[in-house]
């Protein structure tokens, strides 16, 4: 990804408040987690990356690693329509930056933000890496409202969390939180 465009602010309505799921997103009342200063404004970097992704024309996906020190490691959206390939996932395409130039110890200390929960292959990357912190937006299962039932659109129910406890270095895991925001790049999206 030589050429990034700058990652636009989220447009869009939010649902009024106390709608249900059927407005195409989840329940407005799902539990998120409080978040810092700091990774509010790196997750939200994320899921503008997200709406790059989907203005691409590639599903709705962001992700930025952030050192502890606060250097952008690298910052990258879901590329599979563009490119055709189907692990080119933001959370992937960000450790394939960064994986080849920066070290496994400044990677235990930084921080990966992902408008969304990793799916299993990205947790995996993830894991590899040698990342030592995740903070993500909408959870799977919240996700899993959007996509519906087209097989095309499913994803493995595993969570990240689960390939995160299986890790023998500790991998801290913070989401999901910034539902609104996060849910946004999907509202219209998915197929149904």
Known sequence: MSTRPHAPP???SLPPEGADPAWGGPA???ATTPLSERDGTYLRQAIG???VARDRGNRPFGAVVIADDGRVLAEAWCNTGETGDCTGHAETNAVRQLSPVVDRDTLSR???YSSAEPCVMCA???FWSNIG???F???AVSLRVFRGERAEQRDAELSCRDVFAASPHPIECIGPALMDEASEPHRGFWKT
């Open 10 to 12: 989220l447009r869009g």
């Open 28 to 30: 407005p009342d799902r």
């Open 49 to 51: 990356w997200a709406r």
């Open 110 to 112: 930084s921080t990966l």
């Open 124 to 126: 995996g990357a993830i």
């Open 133 to 135: 912190r995740v903070v």
């Open 137 to 139: 937006g909408i959870d």
